[in-house]
C-alpha cells in the first residue's frame, strides 16, 4: 500500500512556489502562505502523510499538535531556537501553522511570528509597522528578521514538498 501511494504521489505532485512573508490586514499579522496541489490524492491520505511528517519534523509533536481535525485541518506551535540572526545576538522564531486539507491540495499557513530575545519578546509586525500602522523603514533588524523567518519556514515548505514528492527518507532504518 505504501508503494502504491508513494508512487501515486511522485507522478501526481504539482510544485508551486510558496508566498514570502507579507502582512495580512484581515488578522493583523504577518505570514506565510502555501499551497501544494497533487492529482488524485484523497483529503485522508493527504492528512495521514501531514500528520506523520509533523511527527517526524519536530522533536515533541504531541506538544506541537494544538488542534487536529481528522482528514480536514491541523494546527500546532512551532519554535526556531536561533532561527533569527542579529548583529547583537540570535532571537528565537516562533509562530503557529496551520495545514487544510481538501481533495488534490494541503494549504500551508504559518503565522502569528514571534521573535523572543534577552530584552523580551516581539511579534514579527513589530519590525516592519509602527503602532499607527505606518510602515517602518528597511533596518538591518527587519532585513534579519524577514531573511530569518522566510530561510527557516520556507525550509519547512521544501521539506514537506519533498515529503510528497519523494516520500519520507526511512533510510538508516534498516536496522
Do not use: C
Not at 66 to 73: A, C, L, T
Not at 118 to 124: C, I, K, M
Request: proline share 1%.
Amino acid at each position: 500500500m505504501k508503494t502504491i501511494l508513494v508512487t501515486i504521489l511522485l507522478m501526481a505532485i504539482n510544485i508551486t512556489i510558496a508566498q514570502n512573508l507579507e502582512y495580512n490586514s484581515k488578522t493583523d499579522k504577518m505570514e506565510i502562505k502555501h499551497i501544494v496541489e497533487v492529482d488524485s490524492i484523497s483529503a485522508g491520505d493527504l492528512y495521514s502523510i501531514g500528520k506523520k511528517w509533523i511527527k517526524k519534523t519536530y522533536s515533541n509533536p504531541s506538544s506541537v499538535i494544538k488542534s487536529d481535525i481528522e482528514f480536514e485541518m491541523i494546527r500546532g506551535n512551532g519554535a526556531v531556537i536561533d532561527g533569527i540572526k542579529f548583529k547583537a545576538g540570535n532571537g528565537t522564531l516562533k509562530y503557529i501553522f496551520t495545514f487544510d486539507f481538501k481533495e488534490n491540495k494541503v494549504r500551508l499557513v504559518y503565522t502569528d511570528f514571534t521573535i523572543r530575545l534577552n530584552a523580551g519578546t516581539y511579534p514579527a509586525k513589530f519590525y516592519f509597522y509602527k503602532k499607527n500602522g505606518d510602515k517602518r523603514k528597511e533596518s538591518s533588524q527587519s532585513t534579519a528578521v524577514k531573511y530569518g523567518i522566510e530561510s527557516n519556514i520556507l525550509s519547512l515548505i521544501k521539506d514537506f514538498e519533498n515529503t510528497l514528492k519523494y516520500g519520507f527518507d526511512d533510510s538508516g532504518d534498516d536496522w
